[in-house]
């Protein structure tokens, strides 16, 4: 089956102070439909400068971006949107609107868009909060915003940079969860799932395969497919999951 992203030596250098820094270097891989792919590399190898790259907000140096088939030539909220460490939500703007933001841009009707709210509302057990503001609510509850207005738009891929990393350890472990629900949930179009992550338990706790990235100039130095059923657990001593995890460890620690 063809992929719904493939991604062929790609490279990128930046300009800094004059001086040419390159930060990724032909970083290839695909990820088929319905998958949900971490990728984990050392902090600040160009994890998050590849998830820009794939979601058209930056351009590569070189190498080839495609996504069924057709060169990613710029941002599209029908193909991916993203979800961020802060929460980027509008203090002005209450849940509802916080959501229905992204398809007015997009011009779809105002019918449309309130049912396509109260839909995500609902997925993502934010119902009885519509109508508060961003700063009656917690940490956890303004990411489930974030994640509702990324899917509200109802992209074919949801891109993720590190969602939980500003959460306390209880909120991340429950939202983890409930991340793995939706992108199971026949409810919502959206079942291709791309994270970056620095915790290498949660990218096994949540992936079907981890990408693992080297140190910069980052390029790919596994693909570990992680074929432990659902549902998992992070706490148990599971000797599949230590495995895979101090596989994954070593490679970037020996790397």
């Not at 995500?120 to 207005?149: C, N, W």
């Amino acid at each position: 089956m063809a992929p719904i992203l493939s991604i062929k030596n790609l490279s990128k250098t930046f300009l800094q102070n004059g001086t040419k820094v390159k930060v990724l270097n032909n970083v290839t891989f695909d990820v088929q439909e319905h998958e949900f792919i971490c990728i984990v590399g050392q902090s600040g190898c160009g994890k998050s400068t590849l998830l820009r790259i794939i979601a058209g907000l930056e351009k590569p140096s070189s190498g080839e971006m495609l996504f069924k088939g057709s060169p990613i030539d710029g941002p599209d909220p029908k193909r991916a949107t993203m979800i961020f460490q802060t929460f980027a939500l509008f203090p002005w703007l209450n849940v509802r609107e916080n959501i229905e933001l992204g398809l007015e841009v997009l011009g779809i009707p105002k019918i449309r868009r309130h049912a396509l709210v109260s839909h995500y509302l609902k997925i993502t057990d934010l119902e009885k909060f519509e109508h508060s503001y961003p700063s009656e609510l917690s940490g956890g509850m303004k990411q489930r915003v974030g994640i509702a207005r990324a899917l509200a738009v109802e992209p074919e891929m949801l891109l993720m940079d590190e969602p939980f990393s500003a959460l306390d350890a209880l909120t991340a472990q429950i939202l983890r969860q409930d991340v793995l629900d939706i992108w199971k949930d026949t409810r919502t179009p959206t079942n291709t799932f791309l994270m970056i992550t620095h915790l290498i338990s949660e990218a096994v706790f949540m992936a079907d395969r981890v990408i693992v990235l080297s140190k910069r100039p980052a390029k790919v130095i596994g693909d570990i497919p992680i074929d432990i059923p659902h549902p998992r657990s992070e706490h148990e001593r599971d000797p599949a999951f230590y495995e895979i995890s101090d596989r994954i460890k070593n490679l970037i620690m020996t790397e």
